[in-house]
């Protein structure tokens, strides 16, 4: 059990607003409006090279990247038109600077946070959509009394403080439960059968598993907080760059529809040459995980579907942080979200 412990990773989406404050929020923005350019790019070698894309990921290679990978070992970029590189992240990266900064052009996060960053005057810009359920989720053991969210009510849950579902469930459900300091592993929860964490329902609970527990998840998703998982840049690439900005999104909506729903070989491949810690069990069960809650597809019955965006639903995401008090006011949709640069398909349904 102790090896497996030790290679538990941290939850992999931590949210960078939490570090993403005070002295490092306003050097980051003084430097973007101030004109920060993006480094030079490489010489061009040849007559037919295509614009470089630098594409940042919020974590390791993993299947929760799938459909970008796919995208990239298919060679659905090049088709679009765009030459991608994949920028991983890892722990301590902070995702936002980088981007803000102009060390890479693109990267995923919640549509949740890019509100909050919008509030405080950050010059993100939604462009598409890859998750349409955010993978969050509370885990439990399965003999716990933990049936629903109303059930946290004065329980303890270790847990990324400031994330902003936790607000939500305490609002949403008129309950109340303390909070420790998450530390991203899983050794308390398999020494306390009473234990209630934060997870994701792609990793821990295989991890539970595999050191012989019976873990069981509620997905926050279905607790009616629901953010899209997102990609998004800034503000000037985009302005400088729309082309670009479609192909990516349109070639990465591809990838996700196949390694989703065709083979993912090649997307496995390449996460697992790139992360010699990805083995192709975990990838499957992170695979297998996304269909059941769908993840990526999100819920037919609720007009959901994989890459689809809509005015409604962010709207009403930003309507309900104003209500939690996260941010002071409602923020327009077009100062942090674009919805013309989605396939035109996709375009139809984003109201």
Same mark, same amino acid.
């Given at each position: !059990? ?155 849950? !270790? ?193």
């Amino acid at each position: !059990m102790a090896r497996v412990l030790q290679t538990v990773r941290p939850l992999k989406h931590v949210p960078d607003l939490l570090r993403f404050r005070g002295a490092l929020a306003a050097a980051s923005l003084a430097l973007a409006l101030a004109g920060c350019s993006r480094p030079a790019p490489a010489a061009d070698t040849g007559s037919a090279a295509l614009p470089k894309v630098r594409f940042k990921t919020d974590w390791y290679p993993q299947a929760e990247h799938g459909g970008f990978y796919q995208a990239l070992a298919r060679g659905y970029y090049r088709d679009a038109g765009v030459d991608v590189e994949i920028v991983p992240g890892g722990p301590g990266v902070l995702v936002p600077q980088i981007v803000l900064a102009g060390q890479v052009d693109m990267a995923i996060g919640s549509s949740d946070d890019m509100i909050v960053w919008a509030s405080k005057g950050l010059p993100f810009v939604i462009v598409g959509v890859y998750m349409e359920r955010d993978p969050q989720a509370i885990l439990v053991h399965d003999e716990s009394p933990v049936k629903t969210f109303a059930d946290l009510n004065n329980r303890t849950i !270790m847990a990324v403080q400031g994330s902003n579902w936790i607000e939500y469930l305490k609002a949403h459900y008129h309950i109340d439960f303390n909070l420790i300091p998450s530390n991203f592993g899983i050794a308390q929860f398999m020494a306390d059968k009473d234990f209630i964490q934060q997870c994701f329902v792609t990793n821990e609970p295989y991890y539970v598993e595999k050191n012989g527990g019976h873990p069981r998840t509620l997905l926050i998703a279905d607790s009616g907080f629901s953010p899209y998982r997102v990609i998004y840049t800034t503000q000037r690439y985009l302005a400088e760059h729309p082309a670009e900005v479609r192909a990516v999104v349109a070639a990465s909506i591809r990838g996700w529809a196949e390694f989703m729903g065709g083979d993912p070989s090649p997307g496995k491949a390449l996460i697992a040459k790139d992360n010699e810690n990805m083995s192709a069990e975990f990838m499957d069960y992170s695979i297998k995980a996304m269909r059941d809650n769908q993840v990526v597809s999100g819920k037919p019955e609720a007009g959901e579907r994989l890459g689809l965006m809509t005015r409604r639903r962010l709207q009403g995401l930003d309507e309900l942080l104003v209500q939690l008090r996260i941010i002071p006011q409602l923020i327009p949709l077009e100062k942090f979200v674009r919805f013309d640069l989605v396939p035109a398909e996709l375009q139809s349904g984003a109201q």
